[in-house]
């Protein structure tokens, strides 16, 4: 196939949007979703271009939806404290309104600092290598630290630690058992080392076995709860032949 020189070199310079690598792994981190990456990237490919009000319609004709959409996964963004809506008034008293996604990066620096402050002390512990396929160690104290919502403490790196060197837990069971406390409302390493003591105690080999258990127990209290007494409430006591129930 033969290249035209002409298209081929205005195709080079549409030229490139760079993104952050640390981004395209952690942006959910951050909380952000992929329709709002989406609308990010196409956001920052016109920013990049100098073109810092982003059209909505422009925007939902490369993503395939409608403008209403993108302002609203914009709108999110911006409740979320990820993006500022900047209204400026032009000398011909237009209002234009441009997107400074500095909170984002802020966001997304803060994050990193996270990860490579809780990455540190883990080296700084002489954890051994996982296997292969595994979840790593630092997958659990990274996991525990997002849902507490602050760095761990010195004594809780050593009672997880000891999760993993002492108890032997399964780290696929320790991520289970955080899952299991933030349903319940029990953010605390007391709670998470409770429940996984009960699963080694019932002697779990695998997740199945703790899903089994669930769907025991949900049946279980299927049944009590349908298993109702009916008792008549339009007796009159004081005119019951008690004798009966003698």
Do not use: C
Request: aromatic residues 10%; proline residues 3%.
């Amino acid at each position: 196939m033969e290249i035209d020189q002409n298209n081929l070199m205005s195709f080079l310079k549409l030229g490139q949007t760079t993104l952050n690598n640390f981004l395209l792994q952690h942006y959910r981190e951050i909380g952000m979703n992929n329709d709002e990456l989406l609308v990010y990237i196409q956001t920052k490919m016109g920013a990049d271009h100098g073109d810092l009000e982003p059209s909505t319609e422009q925007i939902g004709q490369v993503l395939g939806w409608s403008a209403k959409k993108v302002f609203s996964h914009l709108e999110e963004m911006r409740k979320k404290g990820l993006v500022k809506f900047n209204s400026r008034h032009a000398n011909d008293g237009r209002v234009t309104t441009e997107l400074d996604f500095m909170p984002l990066y802020i966001a997304l620096f803060k994050n990193k600092v996270n990860h490579e402050s809780t990455n540190d002390r883990i080296d700084k512990q002489g954890l051994p290598p996982t296997e292969e396929g595994q979840i790593k160690r630092a997958d659990i104290y990274n996991l525990i630290e997002q849902e507490f919502g602050r760095p761990l403490s010195q004594i809780e790196m050593e009672t997880i630690k000891n999760w993993f060197d002492i108890d032997h837990f399964k780290p696929l069971f320790i991520k289970a058992a955080v899952q299991e406390a933030v349903l319940n409302g029990a953010l605390n390493l007391r709670y998470i080392e409770t429940i996984l003591v009960s699963w080694q105690k019932k002697n779990y080999h695998s997740l199945n076995d703790i899903a089994n258990e669930k769907n025991k127990h949900q049946q279980y209290k299927q049944l009590q709860s349908d298993e109702v007494i009916d008792i008549p409430l339009d007796i009159d006591i004081f005119n019951v032949d008690w004798d009966k129930f003698k």
